[in-house]
């Protein structure tokens, strides 16, 4: 790209999706420089402690209602801690008593008393004491910010784009109030606070792009585009007209789709292939409804229960999913247990030195029966809507099949003992994305009233590529021709099982190029993010299956992933001129 | 003065939410309140000493009360541990 070179143009990663042109406006969450001076009045700076303090705790309290009103109790749980520590008897007690005796000033004080117990919790190996730091660290800089008296957020205009070192969930939350459109970070990946608070609050972002702050100014002009993860700062005239004109006809082809909402993925030739939504957060529900999903096809459970930072009870458990369920009626919600492991939380401290071939997924519920009872429980007593089916994740072994489905029964029989409301015919998965299920496909299949293909790590194990490794990420193929007969083997296979219904959960199932092949190769269903499903259910809706049996075909028989791709490319261009030259070409 | 050692139970260990109540439950009580961890002594009616304790499943505690109520306070805090923070 030639006339990229006089602009600058930077990449990071794509945290949360969209395209929009605004101003830049700098947060610095630079750290106070707090000096050591001696105070003659202690009396006057014990009240302006106690004034940043009721400061402070109004602040606190915005943040608290802002985030409850948008995302709900259990993410306010941070903030209702850190309202408590403004309270703390012994901290600001020992505060007071050190700002009388010592008579140094009160930031001073502030800053090494709280910088203790920082310390402190430096020590711990525990994962999530590196988050509660920087708790820490934000209630102790909102302090001393406000003993000298400066706003918390310097005034601002609206309609921003925030580009910060990083972001606390309570600076994204209140930059809502100025319009916000979108964010930028130095660092921070996909899971990080401000990552997920963007994509649920559907504000682009892009995050760990490592030097933002310094090489962005405030008020330059900022083309943000969160959906591939790109920032281009002060875009010449010409780049500034193509965004302008790529906004206005992303609009108008948004609003396009949208006409299509309720109606259903059928190609022209008649063959319905069901477009699901994976949920990751409830707040993101409305998007599933707004984009027209036929239901959820993977509900993350140890997502959703993320912001509680322990599992969850089976009352809360129930009332989740029973939430969920009356929703998304009639649709199906298909509830997968916990994947813990791997790149996810584990509740316990341990050190794997090869997690992704260690204790997750089914593996770790197995093992920790107690968890996994209580979640099934919770699943059977909220499917009384009888559109609720529960899957499991990892399944490597047929033992671990029929050890889930004894758990089920044992389940059902207590429930019945104890004369709780539950539906009987609750329908069953299992997530195929190890080789080895893969291979066993109709067997494992024929347990089991469904299965769901995960791709991103049936890719991972098929081609032993840790996607995650710089050195060899460009050998993680999506269409690597062993990942294409792999999937039209699993289809095939649980297929001769006549009650199978397979669908695929993973990111190459949202790539609009790759739909045509997924449909010819026989999946009942796709299930994405929601954003993604207007798109596919446009190419679904103008596609003969016909054509598409013929397309998997060719693709069998290629050799290299780039033939594949070819092939892929061709069909959608012949087929999709228009909507190649939409999505592809910048 | 009283105390008592107490085993983290519930799987999520002593994460925000019942450091926040343990410290709400301590406050109705006049007695002091001291919870030993490897060596730390933390000031259990203090929320940030509380927060400071990371405490996982299975491990252990030694809570101290001491005081009119000491008693009572300890009855109920125990209480609520063996009870795993209400999340077993």
Redesign the interface.
């Given at each position: 790209m030639k006339e990229t070179e006089n602009f600058n143009i930077k990449s990071g990663i794509a945290a949360a999706p969209g395209l929009t042109i605004a101003r830049a406006y700098i947060f610095s969450k630079e750290k106070e420089v707090v000096n050591d001076s001696f105070i003659v009045d202690p009396d006057e700076a014990i009240r302006d402690l106690e004034e940043a303090l009721e400061k402070s705790r109004k602040e606190l309290e915005k943040v608290l209602a802002v985030t409850i009103d948008i995302l709900g109790k259990n993410r306010g749980?941070?903030f209702?801690?850190q309202i408590?520590?403004l309270?703390?008897?012994?901290?600001i007690g020992n505060i007071k008593k050190r700002i009388a005796e010592e008579k140094r000033n009160p930031e001073f004080t502030v800053d090494t008393e709280?910088s203790k117990?920082q310390k402190?919790?430096a020590r711990?190996?525990?994962p999530?004491?590196k988050e509660?730091i920087l708790d820490?660290e934000d209630i102790k800089n909102r302090i001393i910010k406000n003993i000298r008296k400066k706003k918390w957020v310097s005034r601002l205009s609206n309609d921003i784009i925030v580009i910060s070192e990083f972001l606390t969930p309570a600076d994204t939350v209140l930059f809502l109030k100025n319009n916000v459109q979108g964010y930028v970070t130095n660092s921070g990946g996909l899971t990080s606070h401000a990552a997920i608070l963007a994509r649920s609050l559907n504000i682009p972002a892009v995050v760990g792009l490592h030097n933002a702050t310094t090489i962005i100014k405030n008020d330059d002009l900022i083309i943000l585009d969160g959906s591939h993860g790109q920032v281009i700062i002060n875009p010449d005239q010409n780049t500034l007209e193509k965004y302008n004109k790529k906004i206005t006809r992303l609009q108008a082809y948004g609003e396009d789709l949208k006409k299509l909402r309720d109606e259903p993925a059928i190609t022209l030739d008649g063959r319905h292939v069901k477009l699901m939504a994976n949920l990751d957060l409830n707040e993101e529900f409305h998007f599933i409804t707004e984009n027209g999903a036929e239901g959820i096809g993977l509900v993350r459970t140890e997502q959703i229960f993320q912001g509680?930072?322990?599992?969850?009870?089976e009352e809360v458990q129930t009332a989740a999913y029973r939430k969920l369920a009356e929703m998304t009626y009639p649709n199906r919600v298909i509830i997968r247990a916990f994947d813990v492991g791997g790149d996810k939380m584990l509740?316990?401290?341990l050190k794997e030195p090869n997690p992704f071939l260690g204790w997750r997924g089914i593996r770790f519920l197995l093992d920790?029966p107690g968890?996994l009872k209580t979640q099934t429980r919770a699943v059977l007593r909220a499917a009384v809507f009888s559109n609720i089916s529960f899957m499991i994740p990892m399944v490597s072994s047929f033992r671990e099949i029929i050890a889930f489905k004894s758990i089920v029964n044992e389940c059902e029989n207590e429930l019945r003992n104890e004369g709780k409301e539950f539906y009987e015919g609750i329908k069953l998965g299992i997530m195929i994305e190890v080789p080895s299920a893969a291979v066993m496909a109709k067997e494992f299949a024929a347990e089991v009233n469904f299965v769901s293909i995960g791709t991103n790590d049936l890719i991972q194990y098929l081609l032993a590529v840790d996607r995650g490794n710089d050195i060899i990420s460009d050998q993680y193929q999506e269409f690597h021709p062993s990942v294409v007969r792999s999937l039209a083997h699993i289809i095939k296979e649980a297929k001769s099982n006549e009650q199978s219904f397979v669908s695929i959960c993973g990111e190459m199932a949202a790539d609009p190029l790759a739909v045509p092949l997924l449909v010819g190769l026989g999946l009942d269903s796709l299930s994405v993010s929601a954003s993604a499903i207007p798109n596919i259910k446009k190419i679904i809706r103008s596609l003969k299956y016909s054509e598409t049996i013929e397309l998997a075909s060719k693709c069998l028989e290629c050799k290299r992933e780039k033939e594949i791709r070819d092939e892929m490319r061709r069909f959608f261009m012949e087929k999709f001129p228009d909507i190649y030259e939409e999505l592809f070409s910048t | 003065m009283v105390t008592k050692e107490v085993a983290i139970i519930?799987?999520?260990?002593l994460?925000?939410?019942p450091?926040?109540t343990i410290?709400r439950l301590a406050a109705g009580f006049k007695s002091n309140f001291m919870i030993y961890k490897d060596g730390?002594s933390i000031?259990g009616?203090?929320?940030?000493?509380v927060?400071?304790l990371?405490a996982?499943?299975?491990s252990s505690l030694t809570l101290e009360f001491d005081g009119i109520d000491e008693n009572e306070a300890m009855t109920t805090i125990i209480g609520y541990f063996e009870r795993g923070f209400?999340?077993?």
């Open positions: 749980e941070i209702e801690a408590m520590i309270d703390d008897p012994f901290l709280f117990y402190i919790m711990s190996e525990q999530y004491m509660r820490i509680d930072d322990t599992f969850p009870s509740p316990v401290d920790n968890l | 519930n799987d999520a260990g994460h925000t939410r450091a926040a410290v730390l000031n009616k203090s929320i940030i000493g927060m400071t990371a996982a499943k299975g209400d999340e077993l």
